[in-house]
């Protein structure tokens, strides 16, 4: 299986930006799909972005359309997530996730064990 290990989170204010790492090792990382989802203190885990394993189309919650940017890099075997214009409700902790490529849509059963990431307004 694919293992994952997020990092990059922090302490920022509003309007900062920040970029999460999600460095894979095990097996091939070309053949899954990765999103990230994040946490907020209280409240469910819910979906951010996701990255396709190829050819490495991409979809974001609306909340974050426009400000977050997920991209990946096969080589590093690494997916990012740039954020920019940070909000107070960014508050979470970030999960990094990933799905073989004929698993359905959204299932993802891979995670990481989560970056926090605060917001100071």
């Known amino acids: 299986q694919l293992q994952l290990v997020e990092s990059g989170g922090g302490l920022v204010q509003a309007g900062a930006s920040l970029r999460l790492s999600c460095a894979a090792s095990?097996?091939?990382?070309?053949?899954?799909?990765v999103a990230w989802y994040r946490q907020a203190p209280g409240k469910e885990r819910t979906f951010v972005a996701q990255?396709?394993?190829?050819?490495?189309?991409?979809f974001y919650t609306d909340s974050v359309k426009g400000r977050f940017t997920i991209s990946r890099d096969n080589s590093e075997r690494t997916v990012y997530l740039q954020m920019n214009s940070l909000k107070s409700d960014g508050t979470a902790v970030y999960f990094c996730?990933?799905?073989?490529?004929?698993?359905?849509?959204?299932?993802?059963?891979?995670w990481g064990q989560g970056t926090q990431v605060t917001v100071s307004s």
């Open positions: 990255i396709r394993y190829n050819p490495h189309s991409t």
């Open positions: 996730a990933a799905k073989g490529k004929f698993t359905p849509s959204f299932a993802y059963d891979l």
């Open positions: 095990g097996r091939t990382f070309t053949n899954y799909d």
